[in-house]
């Protein structure tokens, strides 16, 4: 019982420290200017970097997606709505969560073994000897640019895994790819669209703030930054997965009649 009682408390301690350092990052984008160097420094380490990453994801997960869909699809014979499927799942719910989760494995790790490192050189301690506060040159370029690159990752995502699908369709699995493109026109709306891009602010901000707080609070040594690296990834992981199903559920309605 206690123990419960003490992972409870260390993960509301968690919680709240970073809502701490979101409000204190969102006060920094009003008195703070940007470093327009170091951002587009971060926008090419987080954004143009993990392109790779996500046109793999995207591709192999549209296609098998598409394959497996098919194969139930085809016992009622409803082939060509399998792309129509495709478009609705990446564009509302893998799309943001598998760009998410890759963000979160090479960029989140980066970060947090980035700042961890600073800390434990003392860098970040000499950066506020010299009245340069840390949040505003680290963390807020990273935020940004986080942010800024998570919708355009997620959009690549659903790009990709879509044409992916519609390839797989129409050379290998043979089915009418002017019907399927049809229905999947049809039946992919505005509003799905949205929520995948709402979807992957949330998560860019997730990523950012929950690697930046691990990085700058990690204990002492190698060990420190290491272990901090791994609790960053999995947190940035569980969070994204765990704020998926509740924006799910808070959008569909508010979105639906997009």
Request: proline share 2%; with cysteine; net charge positive.
């Amino acid at each position: 019982m206690k123990a419960a009682e003490g992972v409870v408390k260390k993960f509301s301690i968690g919680v709240g420290r970073v809502a701490l350092l979101a409000c204190e990052v969102v006060r920094s984008l009003y008195t703070t200017r940007i470093d327009w160097a170091e951002l587009l420094k971060q926008i090419n380490f987080i954004g143009v970097r993990s392109v790779f990453v996500v046109l793999t994801t995207g591709a192999s997960t549209g296609m098998v997606f598409c394959a497996q869909t098919l194969y139930q699809l085809h016992k009622v014979k409803m082939d060509s709505a399998a792309l129509s499927v495709v478009g609705i799942a990446m564009t509302g719910d893998l799309g943001p969560v598998l760009a998410g989760l890759m963000v979160a494995g090479r960029v989140g790790a980066g970060i947090t073994a980035e700042l961890g490192t600073m800390r434990v050189t003392e860098q970040i301690d000499a950066m506020r000897t010299m009245s340069t506060h840390p949040i505003d040159y680290l963390v807020v370029p990273r935020f940004i640019a986080t942010v800024l690159a998570m919708p355009l990752l997620t959009i690549l995502a659903w790009v990709v895994g879509i044409f992916a699908a519609y390839v797989l369709l129409g050379s290998v699995l043979g089915v009418d790819q002017a019907s399927s493109l049809k229905h999947m026109y049809y039946y992919t709306d505005t509003g799905d669209v949205l929520m995948g891009l709402i979807k992957a602010l949330v998560f860019g901000a997730l990523i950012s703030l929950i690697s930046c707080y691990r990085g700058l609070n990690c204990d002492k040594g190698a060990e420190g930054v290491g272990k901090a690296t791994n609790e960053a990834v999995v947190q940035s992981c569980i969070s994204i997965l765990v704020s998926n199903f509740f924006l799910t559920l808070l959008l569909r309605p508010i979105l639906k009649s997009f």
